[in-house]
């Protein structure tokens, strides 16, 4: 399996700012997704990173304020735009391997104050 | 309306007891189901992948079982551990095109010495 890698791995921001978080993976991989997991909430899939194409969001979130990144087979990136407390969370990417089993990476712990 | 469901409240055993943690769902047609462990502040590890045609499914101490007609899932983990201490995911993919999986909340699992 491939190792996942997420920076930061925690970060503490001020409301209106944003924050971009960046995925890498040590192998070229198809299929990569950003989630969430807000306090008490179950994991929620953002969007696909597409390489090469925009990203495909799932519903009720768009691009203006999650744009995604996704330059080669080995790396993305998420931004967390405009922050508010409400977008506290853990983003995490995730690695689709063999299209059923997803692969996480560490995940970033983000307080927006 | 659809519900994926786990254990709210925390599970409590003793070393070298038997685990069991279900998953419910409703108004999901899965194609197959899957079991995820998630230590605080890591992303989820995958665990098992049951399809919608088995029954039952094993991996060293871990046991997967799902029941197309109760619409639940148990998950399994004989002669328990202090490590196996975590909280533990079902996330299921419904039938079709898009096989996004659908995350339940989690179940906390405390294994005492």
């Known amino acids: 399996s491939a190792v996942i890698s997420q920076k930061p791995s925690r970060d503490i921001c001020q409301r209106g700012t944003s924050l971009t978080i960046q995925c890498q993976v040590d192998s070229q991989v198809t299929m990569m997704f950003w989630y969430r997991q807000q306090p008490g909430q179950s994991l929620t899939l953002i969007a696909t990173a597409n390489q090469g194409s925009e990203a495909t969001y799932e519903s009720g979130f768009v691009i203006d304020k999650f744009p995604i990144s996704r330059p080669n087979l080995t790396f993305s990136t998420l931004t967390v735009s405009n922050m508010s407390p409400e977008d506290s969370s853990i983003y995490l990417c995730?690695?689709?391997?063999?299209?059923?089993?997803?692969?996480f990476g560490p995940g970033t712990r983000l307080l927006v104050l | 309306s659809q519900k994926i469901e786990q254990n709210s409240e925390a599970l409590n055993i003793q070393e070298g007891k038997t685990a069991t943690l279900t998953c419910n769902y409703t108004n999901y047609s899965p194609a197959y189901l899957q079991w995820y462990r998630q230590d605080p502040g890591r992303g989820p590890v995958f665990l098992l992948l049951?399809?919608?045609n088995e029954k039952e499914k094993r991996k060293e101490r871990l046991k997967v079982t799902f029941d197309t007609t109760l619409k639940q899932s148990l998950f399994h983990i004989t002669a328990s551990q202090p490590a196996d201490s975590a909280t533990y995911l079902c996330a299921l993919a419904n039938a079709g095109n898009n096989r996004k999986l659908i995350w339940g909340l989690g179940t906390s699992l405390a294994v005492n010495p």
């Open positions: 995730s690695l689709g391997w063999g299209k059923e089993t997803q692969y």
């Open positions: 049951i399809r919608e």
